[in-house]
């Protein structure tokens, strides 16, 4: 496992697995792949789950090569902090799953500072990261979110992710 082994963050909507209504976009040009094509879509576009026309098991992947990725409310307004990676989106009986996947150490940034404040110690900060470091590594090699393609969610049951927006102390 190296610093650029994916982590398949599952993200929870209001709690839930799955949502109804799933909104995003990018702060620059994205691209989404679904159903054998790629289309290209203007940074701050607001993209609704449904305007893709997903079946029951399939997915579509969101990827913004030189930004990042947010949640919206239907009204267009940004509802979450910024994701690394990709987004992939899959359609189920009662809604949309939707997974951040992200390299370990990006996972491991919105981890260590969602989960400790950056006003403590250096030391304390590093510790915390070879906490979150060491479980998620152990997580990589399981599979009980096997049924949403992820290796863990965003909530306190796995580790907190990107709950807090990233601070420079966090990346020393």
């Not at 982590?7 to 702060?27: H, T």
Request: contains cysteine.
């Amino acid at each position: 496992i190296t610093g650029d082994t994916p982590v398949r963050v599952l993200i929870l909507q209001n709690g839930k697995n799955v949502a109804k209504n799933i909104y995003f976009s990018a702060d620059s040009k994205f691209q989404i792949t679904w159903k054998a094509q790629t289309k290209n879509k203007k940074k701050n576009t607001k993209i609704h789950a449904k305007q893709l026309k997903l079946e029951v098991g399939e997915s579509a992947v969101v990827s913004c090569d030189s930004g990042k990725l947010y949640l919206m409310d239907s009204k267009g307004s940004q509802t979450s902090l910024a994701y690394q990676g990709s987004f992939e989106i899959t359609r189920y009986e009662d809604g949309y799953a939707l997974v951040n996947v992200v390299p370990i150490e990006q996972y491991l940034y919105g981890v260590v500072q969602s989960e400790m404040p950056t006003y403590f110690e250096p030391q304390a900060l590093r510790a915390q990261a070879v906490c979150a470091r060491t479980y998620i590594v152990t997580r990589l090699l399981g599979d009980e979110i096997e049924e949403y393609h992820a290796d863990v969610d965003d909530s306190v049951r796995y580790q907190v992710y990107n709950q807090i927006a990233m601070d420079d102390k966090i990346e020393q």
